[in-house]
C-alpha cells in the first residue's frame, strides 16, 4: 500500500464559536506569536491569515502595545512591518551581559554613509548622478560594497544615454536604521531650514550621524570629514 498522508487540519481564523473577548484575545497572541517567532518584520499580509475578516489588525497592534508597556522590549513599526525590539534604554545591560551591540554589524565609512544618504533622498538615483553632486567619482568599489550589506539595490534604468540603472534604497535598509518606510526619513526643507542639512554640509562630510540612524539630529555626529581630495 503506499504512504497515505494526513488530511490537513483546517485552520480556524475566525474562531467565530468562541466569545468575543476570548476571540480576541487568541488573535492578540496568534499575531505577537507570528511576530516573535519570525527574524524579519511581519507584513500586514502575512499576519492577516491568522484573524478573521472583520479584525482590525491596527487596533490589535496598539492592545499588544499597550501590554507591553513597561516591558524591555517593544513592538516595533519598521520596513512595512512589524518586528520586536529590546527598548534602547536596555542596550547597555545588554551589551555588559553579553557583549551584543557593541558595535554596528554593518559599519560603514563616513563617505559611505554619505552615499547611502544621498541615495535615501534622492532616489533612483545613478551612479554618475551621484558622483555628479559629489564632484568626484563615486567609485564602483562604494556602490558595491553599500549592494552587498543589503542597503541599496539596483533599481529601474535611467532614461538616459546607455540606460544605466539607478539605484534605491531597500527592506534591509529601512530595518536596519528603524524606519517604516522612506516617509520616516527627515524632512530635507525641515533639515535645511534647521541647518542640519545642506548641499555644503553634505560635501564637507559633515553630517550628523543621526540623520541615517532614525534618531535626532544632535545626538550624533560623524567625528570625521571626508577629505575633499579624497575620491569616495
Not at 554593518?106 to 551612479?127: D, H, M, N, W
Not at 542597503?151 to 517604516?180: C, M, N, W
Amino acid at each position: 500500500m503506499g504512504r497515505r498522508t494526513k488530511t490537513p487540519v483546517s485552520f480556524d481564523a475566525e474562531l467565530s464559536a468562541l466569545p468575543a473577548e476570548l476571540r480576541w484575545r487568541e488573535w492578540m497572541g496568534r499575531v505577537e506569536a507570528v511576530i516573535f517567532a519570525s527574524p524579519t518584520p511581519v507584513t500586514r499580509e502575512v499576519l492577516a491569515k491568522v484573524i478573521g475578516r472583520d479584525c482590525s489588525l491596527d487596533h490589535l497592534i496598539d492592545d499588544i502595545r499597550a501590554e507591553l508597556r513597561g516591558r524591555p522590549y517593544e513592538l516595533v513599526a519598521v520596513a512595512g512591518g512589524w518586528q520586536h525590539r529590546t527598548r534602547k534604554s536596555f542596550a547597555e545591560a545588554i551589551q555588559v551581559a553579553t557583549g551584543l551591540g557593541t558595535g554596528d554589524p554593518k559599519p560603514l565609512s563616513p563617505s559611505e554613509a554619505l552615499v547611502l544618504l544621498c541615495v535615501g533622498y534622492f532616489q533612483p538615483i545613478t551612479r554618475s548622478e551621484l558622483s555628479a553632486f559629489f564632484g568626484k567619482e563615486i567609485s564602483r568599489d562604494t556602490i558595491g560594497h553599500l549592494r552587498r550589506l543589503g542597503f541599496i539595490a539596483a533599481g529601474p534604468r535611467a532614461p538616459q544615454p546607455g540606460a544605466p540603472y539607478t539605484y534605491v534604497t531597500t527592506k534591509e535598509f529601512l530595518s536596519h536604521y528603524g524606519f517604516d518606510t522612506l516617509r520616516d526619513l527627515p524632512d530635507m526643507e525641515a533639515l535645511e531650514d534647521a541647518g542640519l542639512l545642506s548641499k555644503d554640509r553634505l560635501l564637507a562630510g559633515d553630517i550628523p550621524l543621526g540623520l541615517i540612524a532614525g534618531e535626532d539630529g544632535d545626538e550624533a555626529d560623524l567625528d570625521e570629514e571626508v577629505d575633499a581630495d579624497d575620491g569616495i
